[in-house]
């Protein structure tokens, strides 16, 4: 059961931040709070720091998953676990970087 946690977990968390970050995009584009910080807007700076943070996240995520403390036992569910945390990076930086390049609110 460990295993499947250790395998899954990565997937779940990208997906936590992709609808966090999307949401935050939707929240943002209804509320108007003029600049925030030379010159970018709050909705920038708020979708950047969560694309970081989501980011971080991940990295975290991965390197518990090379750990020997808490990664899973030498073995398929090993390499599973190691391969589906890179996806999960990976998926993050690819999905939530054109938010926060592209934003436009009407």
Same mark, same amino acid.
């Given at each position: ?5 250790? %395998? ?6 990208? #997906?936590?931040? =992709? ?5 935050? *995009? /939707? %929240? ?10 030379? /010159? ?8 950047? %720091?969560? =694309? ?13 998953? *090379?750990?020997?403390?808490? /990664? ?7 390499? &599973?676990?190691?391969?589906? /945390?890179?996806?999960? #990076? &990976? ?16």
């Amino acid at each position: 059961m460990r295993d499947l946690l250790r %395998i899954l977990v990565s997937p779940v968390v990208w #997906l936590a931040a =992709f609808s966090a970050v999307y949401g935050l *995009h /939707g %929240i943002l584009c209804e509320i108007d709070l003029g600049a925030a910080f030379a /010159g970018a807007s709050w909705r920038r700076l708020s979708l950047a %720091i969560a =694309f970081a943070l989501a980011i971080l996240v991940q990295v975290v995520l991965l390197m518990m998953l *090379h750990s020997d403390r808490f /990664g899973a036992a030498p073995g398929f569910s090993r390499v &599973v676990s190691r391969a589906s /945390g890179w996806v999960g #990076l &990976v998926a993050v930086v690819w999905t939530l970087f054109p938010v926060l390049t592209t934003t436009t609110c009407g």
